[in-house]
């Protein structure tokens, strides 16, 4: 799930193409306690939505950002739908993990993107407020700026 304004200030910053992983069907609804009441039941089921697309051909690439929002403390269930079904394509690239959050930073996105994709190298994250990334865009394009340097990609 390639979140808003951090993944397109991450492709901005890299010139990278971007797939954005969106549910083949968009039964989410849109109140927030209603999605996180959806989204618990999916994680406690360990459910794996489909997602609508095709991805592109991931060989022309070694290194793949892959971020979303930290759900129930976790990767959206329809993450591992995508880890599980690219683990052998992402094989031998580096991932960089990133997530909007509200307070749990990265969450462990890294370890449990490293146990889905075990056979890929998983690389330095970044956690965004986002809220940050709704009302403070200049300073948050910074954050990314100044992270993408220190990967030295
Ligand atoms: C279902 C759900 C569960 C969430 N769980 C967490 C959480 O465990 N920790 C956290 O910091 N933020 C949590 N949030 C806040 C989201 O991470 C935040 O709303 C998101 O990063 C903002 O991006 P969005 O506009 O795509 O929702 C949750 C939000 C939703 C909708």
Not at 58 to 84: A, K, N, R
Not at 99 to 111: A, H, I
Request: glycine share 10%; net charge negative.
């Amino acid at each position: 799930m390639d979140h808003g304004n951090e993944g397109f200030m991450i492709a901005d910053e890299t010139g990278a193409d971007t797939f954005e992983i969106l549910p083949e069907e968009d039964y989410y609804p849109y109140t927030y306690d209603e999605l996180t009441d959806v989204a618990l039941q999916e994680q406690k089921e360990n459910a794996k939505p489909a997602y609508a697309g095709e991805v592109p051909d991931l060989d022309q690439y070694t290194t793949v950002f892959i971020g979303s929002p930290v759900w129930w403390g976790d990767w959206p269930m329809i993450m591992y739908t995508f880890f599980e079904e690219n683990a052998d394509a992402l094989a031998g690239k580096t991932l960089i993990p990133f997530s909007t959050n509200e307070g749990s930073g990265l969450s462990g996105f890294d370890r449990s993107l490293a146990s889905s994709c075990p056979d890929s190298t998983v690389g330095e994250g970044l956690a965004i407020r986002g809220s940050d990334a709704q009302n403070d865009q200049d300073n948050v394009r910074s954050t990314v700026n100044d992270w993408i340097s220190e990967l030295g990609l």
